[in-house]
């Protein structure tokens, strides 16, 4: 055995059988892209600004908090929860590691309703957990029947809601929300990474009466900061002292503080924008309504799911080739045929409407 063949014989086996993470862009010059649920808005340049000139104070040879509590502090005064009861991570992705740190292992079931972001079923397999797949019902809603089957017949340890649902966009009415977290044995974690442009309300309105579960929570959409990779769990202050244990010193950097800090101070742009966007995406699910043979999921998010007719490999390739990117959802078992588009600024959404209503006979 070589040398490099021992190094890798040493690669757990729940590693072994993962790939590695990556969207793809196919091939050409993209002008408009719809495919990652982006907001369509950067931040103003005189918050750029803003924040440069936090930076320039910045002193680069001191490390930064042990955990941003001033940052966590504001969040909370912003969504009106106690300090102690949020942690801020590096995006919701790297909280979900986290919380597969603290609540996944060996033999450990969760509960994973399906279509699901598929992250969340690596993450399980990564800390050698078992996944309990709910399939939705027909229309693509969650089985919430399903869901309270299995959590009585598995005894799961961790449940995952995603609210409003990514891929689909459907959303899960808090009603239904609380019989699951009334009926969970152990952690209900609620992504909420969409929450922003839903209709149904937040389980954040009921928080306080489920100490079991957790909120998970996203700069990256509505906020419009996904290329600096900040997020945060909303919970119980007693559950979240238990997180916060696995959580690694000096994570997060004053920079992306410094910008969340900017951000929080401008309610009435963060207000604004989520209206636009909101208005955006009602308008591609109705234009997209009109197409023969397309079939809309009218979905609570930024986003729009669409099954069309014939190939959707083949008009996702010809949308490429038009100069607009969107989302091929095949891989998806429950989404074969289907393709997504981000709501885009009006001009964006206009190009990929006449780029589709061409291709479409």
Known sequence: MTIRNRALSQVKDEIQKQHPYR??????????KLNQNESPFDLPDELRETVFEHWKETAFHRYPSEQPDD?????????????????VGNGSNELTYTLGLTFIS?????????????????VVDIFGGTVVSITPRDNLQFDTDG???AIQQATPS?????????PTGLALPLAEIKIIAEAAPGLVLIDEAYIEFADELSMLTALREYPNVILLRTFSKAFGLAGLRMGYLVGDPALMSEVLKVRPPFMIDRFSIAAVRVLLSQSH?????????????????????QIKGVRVLAGQANFVTFKVPGDSKELFMKLAESGILVRDMSGYP???GFLRVSAGTPDENRAFLRALTRIIP
């Not at 969207?23 to 408009?32: A, D, L, S």
């Not at 940052?71 to 942690?87: E, N, V």
């Not at 961790?158 to 990514?166: L, R």
């Open 71 to 87: 940052l966590a502090k504001l969040i909370a005064d912003y969504i009106c929860w106690d300090s102690d009861g949020i942690i």
């Open 334 to 336: 429950e989404l074969r």
């Open 269 to 289: 742009l963060l207000h604004d924008r989520i209206a636009r966007i909101r208005s955006e995406t009602k308008r591609l699910i109705q234009v997209l309504q």
């Open 23 to 32: 969207v793809g862009i196919p091939p050409g010059q993209i002008t408009v």
């Open 147 to 149: 869901i309270l089957k």
């Open 158 to 166: 961790v449940v995952v809601i995603t609210s409003p649902n990514n």
């Open 106 to 122: 060996s033999g450990r079931k969760v509960v994973l309703p399906r279509p699901m972001f598929s992250f969340y079923e690596r």
